[in-house]
């Protein structure tokens, strides 16, 4: 039998819905914390094939969920078009900045980047050998909008405002970044592809930033380039799209994009994206991630709220975000407990 998410991504309706979990590899888990402290720090966990594998497993193990995620990060293929990136304890990622079109020119070519990526891709064909037959095995990239803002911040800022303001400021400057984002994520998804990801996941984390013809020109067009340059290359590989905090953006995003998926976050609720979004097609969400902190009746309420909400469509369990390194394993657990209640 196919599996359960990939029966979702294709539009089937199932009496229960497929689960995992957006950073479910992390820190709220014991095991992953000491497989870290192994790795020495998070890059090195990022670049260790066989140790990102055992952390992409640890939840599976634990937890059973219907797919794994590869474990890497979003800001890797900066550093392979020739970023410098570090991360400094307690305060994130840092990485050179690009404010100008001779910083989008001194990039390496696209070419280039699988030097540096080539133990991600490593950690995939691990995961493709060893996980599951029931469980899929998830590929992902950061979208280029969301990239581009720690490249040319430096790190995470509160509003993006310093891409916002090369945008304004430069826009053929800012274009050119985005475009060079563009084709190096293509090239890396298909990578990850060929080494065994079944599906595909574009996280644009600061989308709900970009208003207007931005969020067209800037969320929307770049997702299209990548989904349509991968379905091309593989046909019937199956794209979720996670434009964080869209609002209205959110309507109609598949068919710009041609994703098979649009991810909601907990700024909607489930009802409003039952209506309006996932009328054309699978959704991913929605459980806001502080339920997996508090647990208790609140949580089973809230899962129970989003799975009805959902129930007439396609859709996959998830979070509205990541899980926070604060979260209970238990209630973890519980979540699970409560979305698959009922099933066969």
């Given at each position: 039998?196919?599996?359960?998410?990939?029966?979702?991504?294709?539009?089937?309706?199932?009496?229960?819905?497929?689960?995992?979990?957006?950073?479910?590899?992390?820190?709220?888990?014991?095991?992953?914390?000491?497989?870290?402290?192994?790795?020495?720090?998070?890059?090195?966990?990022?670049?260790?094939?066989?140790?990102?594998?055992?952390?992409?497993?640890?939840?599976?193990?634990?937890?059973?969920?219907?797919?794994?995620?590869?474990?890497a990060?979003?800001?890797?293929?900066?550093?392979?078009?020739?970023?410098?990136?570090?991360?400094s304890?307690?305060?994130?990622?840092?990485?050179?900045?690009?404010?100008?079109?001779?910083?989008?020119?001194?990039?390496?070519?696209?070419?280039?980047?699988h030097?540096?990526?080539?133990?991600?891709?490593?950690?995939?064909?691990?995961?493709?050998?060893?996980?599951?037959?029931?469980?899929?095995?998830?590929?992902?990239?950061?979208?280029?909008?969301?990239?581009?803002?720690?490249?040319?911040a430096?790190?995470?800022?509160?509003?993006?405002?310093?891409?916002?303001?090369?945008k304004?400021?430069?826009?053929p400057?800012?274009?050119?970044?985005?475009?060079?984002?563009?084709?190096?994520?293509i090239?890396?998804?298909?990578?990850?592809?060929?080494?065994?990801?079944?599906?595909?996941?574009?996280?644009?984390?600061?989308?709900?930033?970009?208003?207007?013809?931005d969020?067209?020109?800037?969320?929307?067009?770049?997702?299209a380039?990548?989904?349509?340059?991968?379905?091309?290359?593989?046909?019937?590989?199956?794209?979720?799209?996670?434009?964080r905090?869209?609002?209205?953006?959110?309507?109609g995003f598949?068919?710009?994009?041609?994703?098979?998926?649009?991810?909601i976050?907990?700024?909607?609720?489930?009802?409003?994206?039952?209506?309006?979004?996932?009328?054309?097609?699978?959704?991913?969400?929605?459980?806001?991630?502080?339920?997996?902190?508090?647990?208790?009746?609140?949580?089973?309420?809230a899962?129970?709220?989003?799975?009805?909400?959902?129930?007439?469509?396609?859709?996959?369990?998830?979070?509205?975000?990541?899980?926070?390194?604060?979260?209970?394993?238990?209630?973890?657990?519980?979540?699970?407990d409560?979305?698959?209640?009922?099933?066969?």
């Amino acid at each position: 039998m196919t599996k359960t998410i990939l029966r979702a991504l294709n539009g089937e309706v199932l009496p229960t819905p497929p689960i995992w979990m957006m950073r479910q590899a992390g820190r709220y888990l014991p095991e992953y914390r000491a497989t870290r402290a192994q790795a020495g720090d998070f890059l090195s966990l990022c670049y260790n094939p066989e140790l990102a594998a055992e952390v992409t497993l640890q939840p599976i193990r634990r937890y059973g969920f219907d797919a794994a995620i590869l474990f890497a990060d979003i800001l890797l293929l900066p550093q392979a078009l020739g970023a410098d990136l570090w991360f400094s304890t307690g305060e994130g990622p840092r990485l050179s900045t690009i404010t100008d079109m001779a910083g989008v020119q001194a990039l390496k070519p696209v070419g280039a980047i699988h030097d540096t990526l080539s133990p991600i891709y490593e950690t995939v064909r691990i995961l493709a050998r060893e996980l599951p037959g029931e469980t899929t095995l998830i590929g992902f990239a950061g979208a280029p909008w969301t990239v581009a803002t720690y490249m040319v911040a430096g790190r995470g800022t509160p509003d993006q405002a310093p891409a916002h303001l090369l945008k304004d400021t430069d826009r053929p400057a800012f274009q050119a970044l985005i475009d060079r984002i563009t084709e190096g994520t293509i090239e890396y998804l298909s990578m990850q592809v060929q080494a065994g990801a079944e599906v595909i996941k574009l996280f644009d984390s600061w989308a709900g930033s970009l208003k207007g013809q931005d969020f067209t020109d800037f969320a929307v067009k770049p997702a299209a380039t990548i989904i349509a340059a991968l379905k091309a290359r593989h046909p019937g590989l199956p794209i979720i799209a996670f434009p964080r905090e869209g609002g209205e953006g959110y309507i109609g995003f598949a068919r710009a994009t041609g994703a098979d998926c649009v991810a909601i976050d907990n700024s909607v609720t489930p009802e409003w994206a039952a209506e309006h979004v996932q009328v054309t097609g699978c959704v991913q969400g929605n459980l806001a991630p502080h339920h997996m902190v508090e647990g208790g009746p609140a949580l089973d309420d809230a899962a129970r709220r989003v799975v009805k909400a959902f129930g007439k469509g396609p859709h996959i369990f998830n979070l509205g975000h990541g899980i926070t390194p604060e979260a209970n394993p238990d209630n973890v657990q519980r979540m699970i407990d409560v979305v698959r209640e009922g099933a066969a």
